[in-house]
Every structure is written in C-alpha cells, then in structure tokens.
C-alpha cells in the first residue's frame, strides 16, 4: 500500500484529533503534527474552566424527528457548512467517541456535556495516548511559516523545516491578527479578518460595585441600534456585565462591537421577553394589593432586593415611597427600566485571552463536501482558524471534533 506523508499544522483540539482519525483510517501513512509551543493541546487542558465542555446535546437545535435545525443561533459563522460537517461526525459521535476511549460523559442540565471527572486533563490524556500509540510523529516547538505548494497539487513543503508531504491540514486555531495566518500567503486564499468573539462587557456606571456578583436568570439583551439580541442568564461583574446572555450576545455582535471600538448602548429586559403591557399590568397588581408596603421592601422575584434599589435609584423614586402612592410617571419610568433599561457600554473585559476568534480563513476557499481547498485539493481546514465559530456550551470543540474527522475522511 502507497504510504502518504501528511503534515498537520498545529497540536491543538482539530490537529491532534485529525492526526488520530487519519492514522486510525490509514495505519501505514505517515503523520506529523507540527506545534509551535511547547506542549499539546494546551488551549484543551483550560476549557470549560479546567473542566472541558467538550459537546453538548444541541436539544435546543433538534426538530421532532432529531434533525438539526436552526443552527444559526449556534454558529454565528459557519452555520451551513458545521450542518454538512455534524451530519457526517456529530455530538452523538462524539459522545460516543470518547467514552469508547473510557472517558465517562455527564449531560448537565443546561445541556453541556463534560467528562465525569470534571478534569480536561482526562481529554487531554486521552488524545496524547492515542497519539503515542498509533504512532504519530509529533513535532513541538515547531512554528510552520509556510506552506509552499510544490506543482499543483503534487504535494507541499512546510518551511521552515523544507519537509515535504503529500497533504496538510491546518489547524492553527483562532488568530486574533490577520498577521497571525500569514503563514498561508504561498496560498494565495480569502481571509476574513478575524476579530475576538464571546467577551463580556464594561459598562458605565456606579452600580456595577453594587452589584457585583449579583445573576438575573432568563434576561433579554440587545444591542441598540442592531438586529442583535440573545436570551439567558446576565452577571454583574465589578467592570460591568457577563454571563450567558451577555457572551451570546458578544458573538452575534462581534463585527459591528469590533466596529465600534466595544462602545454602545446595551438595552436589557430585566423580564426576559415580556412586553411593556404586561409588566405594567405586574406593577399595577402591586400597587393595589401591596399598597400600603414600601416600595423597597416588595418587589419583582426575579430581581434582588439591592437590584431592584438600584432599578429604584434610576427612576428616581426614593425607597421609602409606599407602592399605593407611585404616580403615572413612575409606573412609566418602572416600566421603562424593567423592559429596556439602556446600559452604556464602554469597552469590553481584556482581562482574559478572548474565548474565540471570529473570522480567518474564508469559507470561500473551501470545498464544503471535503474542507480541502479548492485551489490547492491537498490542503485541508480544521477547527478554529476557519471561519467558523460558536457560542458557549462545547459547540466550538464540537466544531474542533467534527472538522477535522471530515479531512481525515476526505485526506
Ligand atoms: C479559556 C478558553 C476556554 C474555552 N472553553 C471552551 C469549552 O469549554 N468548550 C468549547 O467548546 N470551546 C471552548 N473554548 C474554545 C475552544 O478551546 C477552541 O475553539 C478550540 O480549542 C479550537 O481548537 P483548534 O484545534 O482549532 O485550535 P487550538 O486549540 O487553538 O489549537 C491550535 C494549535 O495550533 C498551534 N499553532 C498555531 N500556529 C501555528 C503554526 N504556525 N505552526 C505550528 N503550530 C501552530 C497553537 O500553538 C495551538 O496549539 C475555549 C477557549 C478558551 C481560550
């Protein structure tokens, strides 16, 4: 049998799980993967925490009869292409993948799946085995600076180390610098330039101290002056907001934030998706039946009590108000706080290294029944530095997992 050599570009969740496929497929080929730091699947052994959120069930995007739909709301970028990709290698697969290899999976509630030890470590060992024992070449603090094709397709050189192979995959991973893929130029492809994805925001404001800490489940927030909005959990930090919504919505938003400079107005429904009438309706039940209470004292569930002093403040309506005395104008001022209270956002949280990129190589380049290139069919995409990203909740691993299956499939 012809013995193919293949290089894969980068030791990180798509490369080493590619390498593994690849030789799993292929026993007698050669593989190497090239990294350029000093260890393996280093970003993997950080995730979900120190925990990995390596999938999730995705029950909030199957239809009656399990089919993926809506992914959109998932993948922000890429959402056609992961449908063709999850329909070949899906979280089932990879549910199933893992603890073939005796890594026990949990299903938590909010339907994100980890390892029953709750260490990432555990991945981490699990794909360095498999590795080790299939015999892939690993090459660390090897920083690839090109790939130089040969003739067309007859294979490619990865500079600086003048090796040649068959195929490649790459499978850098996210690139917060459109500088960070120049490593591709021989290539010649479509890059979208990439800006940071699923970060939180600095907003403006005294009560941010306040409320530091503080959750509001099932909130609506939106961007003023775009179509963005999302759905779920909001904290307060000491710099401002975070949490489920607010990343959501960080990643719906990543390119007009970007485009701002992470300056705007926040708008939050602090009731979720009720409209204006209804929550007015809520405080008129109060006013009636809690009439003689202190306006601070009785107050929304949903909310705090140093919330709602704070929601209180901004309407000017001093605490010691009892609820039976409040005027039209407060009642319209509660409602208007409670159902799209604007917050100013001033920049976003740098504090960490951005969760995920938003861009990179274009979905243009790509052959989406193989992920090689068009141009060049023995180069092969995986993973994060294509233009594919997700939100929270394992789906960017599960993007990770499933891309670089379909090259291995297709190499
Ligand atoms: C703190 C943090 C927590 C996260 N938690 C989760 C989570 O719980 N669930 C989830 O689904 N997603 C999570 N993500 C996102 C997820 O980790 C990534 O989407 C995923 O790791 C992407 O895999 P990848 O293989 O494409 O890239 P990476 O894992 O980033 O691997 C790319 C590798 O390529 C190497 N490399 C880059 N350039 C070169 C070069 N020129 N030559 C050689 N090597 C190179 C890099 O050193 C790196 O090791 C998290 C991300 C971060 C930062």
């Known amino acids: ?15 080493c ?36 959120n390596l999938t999730n069930s995705f029950r909030t995007c199957l239809d009656d009869r399990g089919r993926l739909i809506n992914l959109q709301s998932i993948y922000p970028r890429g959402d056609k292409l992961m449908r063709k990709v999850l329909s070949r290698f899906s979280h089932v697969d990879t549910y199933e993948w893992f603890e073939n290899e005796g890594v026990k999976l949990v299903t938590q509630d909010d339907e994100c799946v980890f390892p029953v030890s709750q260490d990432a470590m555990e991945i981490v060992r699990t794909l360095t085995r498999n590795m080790y024992n299939l015999g892939v ?9 090109s790939i130089v094709p040969n003739n067309k397709d007859d294979g490619y050189v990865i500079e600086p180390f003048g090796e040649y192979y068959n195929s490649v995959v790459v499978t850098t991973g996210g690139s917060p610098k ?57 904290l307060w930090t000491h710099w401002g907001v975070s949490g489920p919504a607010i990343l ?25 998706d009720a409209k204006e009438q209804v929550v007015r309706e809520k405080l008129e039940k109060m006013m009636r039946e809690q009439s003689q209470k202190k306006v601070s004292n009785v107050y929304p569930t949903r909310l705090t009590q140093k919330h709602w ?87 960017n691993l599960q993007a990770a997992w499933s891309t670089a299956r379909m090259c291995a499939e297709n190499i």
């Not at 960070?180 to 404001?205: K, M, R």
């Not at 949280?349 to 790509?366: Q, R």
């Not at 029944?369 to 909740?393: N, W």
């Open 1 to 15: 049998m012809m013995e193919k050599r293949v290089a894969i570009i980068g030791g990180g969740a798509a490369g």
């Open 17 to 52: 799980f590619c390498a593994i496929e690849i030789k799993r497929l292929h026993p007698t080929w050669m593989v190497t993967v090239y990294e350029a730091a000093t260890k393996l699947l280093a970003k993997v052994a950080v995730t979900g925490g120190g925990r990995c």
């Open 137 to 145: 070449k690993v090459s660390l603090k090897s920083r690839v600076t």
């Open 178 to 234: 459109t500088s960070g893929l120049a490593f591709l130029d021989a290539l010649n492809l479509d890059i979208v330039s990439p800006v940071p994805s699923l970060f939180t925001f600095n907003i403006d404001g005294s009560q941010n101290a306040l409320l530091m800490g503080t959750v509001v489940e099932n909130v609506t927030v939106s961007l003023a002056g775009t179509k963005h909005k999302a759905h779920g959990p909001l």
């Open 248 to 272: 959501k919505l960080s990643s719906y938003a990543a390119r007009d934030l970007a485009a701002t400079d992470y300056k705007g107005t926040l708008i939050v429904n602090w009731y979720g």
């Open 309 to 395: 002093n704070v929601l209180l403040d901004c309407c000017s309506i001093p605490q010691t108000q009892r609820w039976g005395a409040l005027n039209a104008t407060h009642v319209n001022r509660l409602v208007s706080v409670l159902t799209s209270q604007q917050l100013v956002i001033t920049g976003r949280n740098k504090w960490k290294e951005e969760f995920v990129t938003c861009g990179g190589v274009s979905l243009t380049n790509i052959n989406p029944k193989t992920l090689a290139c068009r141009q060049y069919p023995g180069v092969f995409f995986a993973g994060e530095v294509l233009d594919i990203d997700a939100v929270t909740g394992g789906y």
